[in-house]
């Protein structure tokens, strides 16, 4: 499957963006959103399962963060609110087939990965 993250930007603190990740199909899949910044590890961010029966999220962002899937768009959405200057990375969004709940976080349960967005918050 490929696919394809948008939406980043450069946003105050406080404000907001929505990622968009589309994929050639998504419906079997667990899509994650990882985030990445200079000199860290890839963190994870927030997944939701391909039959929608779970959503998760970090610590980092949680009741910030909303994610959310439209199945016949192929399109998994990553809501972003109340934006802080840490939450500044690349973030991408990843694919899976073989996720369980224990192991959405990690990103080597992943298999496949888009190019990633850029989200710059500024103080």
């Known amino acids: 499957v490929q696919l394809q993250a948008s939406g980043g930007g450069l946003v105050q603190a406080g404000g907001s963006l929505r990622l968009s990740c589309t994929a050639s199909t998504i419906r079997t899949y667990t899509i994650g959103w990882f985030r990445q910044s200079t000199g860290k590890e890839r963190e994870f961010v927030s997944a939701t399962k391909g039959n929608s029966s779970g959503r998760f999220y970090g610590e980092s962002v949680k009741g910030r963060f909303t994610i959310s899937r439209d199945n016949a768009k192929n399109t998994v959405y990553l809501q972003m609110n109340s934006l802080k200057p840490e939450d500044t990375a690349v973030y991408y969004c990843?694919?899976?087939?073989?996720?369980?709940?224990?192991?959405?976080?990690?990103?080597?349960?992943?298999?496949?990965w888009g190019q990633g967005t850029q989200v710059t918050v500024s103080s």
């Open positions: 990843a694919a899976s087939r073989r996720a369980i709940s224990s192991s959405v976080s990690y990103t080597d349960t992943y298999d496949y």
